[in-house]
């Protein structure tokens, strides 16, 4: 597909240009839903606004998703089928001048808290998970806005039965904008991030399995991005986006239950909490792709 090789090539040079960085990509974050069965194959699933995706989109979720093998979810002893709402993020890399390698490069399972609408399955019903009471976004740090550096940032929080937040990381940062000091500034959006984090205030679950809990664990993506050409994240939905992936820290506070699985980056950038449905865990990493000339 010489049309999504072109379109590609042209972003990444635009947002390499007068930089030197190691890797920069093109991707998109799409959200569905999906059903496994009880052997942990994949029985169905949805995307949102399918049609809307160019096509080599269409063509590489469609390649792989059917193809996915999970951990059996179990319920009183017995494996069963059940359903969760889906985030996948489809990466392009430039293989050379005219083909890019795609693939689904990072997945996440579960619920966006705080904008149930349609009880959906990628939408937490109200009440049964985290939420915002109170939340103030963070303050543009200014050595990044005076170098005109953008990013976004994956923060996981572990929150308390007083709805505080007792541990926070930022697992993955990712910069819009290409510099010369990547990792020095993926340090300054995290620790803005992580400041702000720490005086938000949320509710607990009241209803559901989940409220008995002592502690859960959240995913909230923020975004730093005043409007720089060649340093814009996608504005809309199916839309491509280049930017610079960063490496995925671990989470040291986290347990086996608590610690997410898979990429970081794959939560939709809307600034709601992601809860992630712990049942949902593929057998194999997201690392094959294909080509397309």
């Known amino acids: 597909m010489k049309g999504v090789a072109c379109c590609l090539l042209s972003m990444l040079v635009a947002a390499a240009a007068g930089a030197a960085e190691p890797h920069i990509q093109a991707s998109m974050?799409?959200?569905?839903?999906?059903?496994?069965?009880?052997?942990?194959?994949?029985q169905s699933y949805t995307v949102h606004e399918l049609?809307?995706?160019?096509?080599a989109a269409r063509q590489i979720v469609q390649a792989t998703v059917?193809?996915?093998?999970?951990?059996?979810?179990?319920?009183?002893?017995?494996?069963?089928?059940?359903?969760?709402?889906?985030?996948?993020?489809?990466?392009?890399?430039?293989?050379?001048g005219t083909h890019a390698r795609m693939r689904v490069a990072s997945a996440a399972f579960g619920c966006e808290a705080g904008s149930a609408r349609t009880l959906l399955p990628d939408e937490c019903p109200k009440g049964s998970s985290v939420s915002y009471a109170h939340r103030r976004p963070p303050?543009?740090?200014?050595?990044?806005?005076?170098?005109r550096v953008g990013g976004e940032v994956f923060l996981v929080l572990q929150i308390d039965r007083n709805g505080q937040v007792s541990h926070a990381a930022a697992r993955q940062v990712n910069l819009y904008t290409a510099t010369g000091q990547s990792a020095h500034y993926r340090k300054v959006l995290a620790d803005a991030s992580l400041r702000a984090a720490s005086r938000w205030h949320f509710n607990i679950p009241t209803t559901g399995p989940e409220a008995a809990k002592d502690h859960w664990v959240v995913q909230v993506p923020v975004t730093y991005w005043i409007g720089w050409p060649g340093s814009a994240p996608a504005r809309h939905y199916g839309e491509w986006n280049a930017y610079i992936p960063g490496p995925v820290q671990d989470i040291?506070?986290?347990?086996?239950?608590?610690?997410?699985?898979g990429g970081a980056d794959a939560i939709a950038g809307a600034g709601f909490p992601f809860v992630r449905d712990t049942r949902f865990v593929l057998k194999m990493a997201l690392t094959d792709g294909h080509a397309h000339s």
């Open 252 to 261: 040291p506070w986290a347990g086996a239950d608590d610690a997410p699985h």
């Open 66 to 96: 059917p193809g996915w093998q999970f951990v059996p979810i179990m319920t009183n002893g017995k494996a069963v089928a059940a359903e969760a709402g889906m985030s996948l993020r489809i990466v392009a890399d430039m293989i050379d």
């Open 139 to 147: 303050d543009y740090p200014m050595e990044a806005l005076q170098a």
């Open 51 to 55: 049609d809307k995706l160019p096509p």
């Open 29 to 42: 974050v799409v959200t569905g839903a999906i059903t496994v069965n009880p052997d942990g194959s994949v």
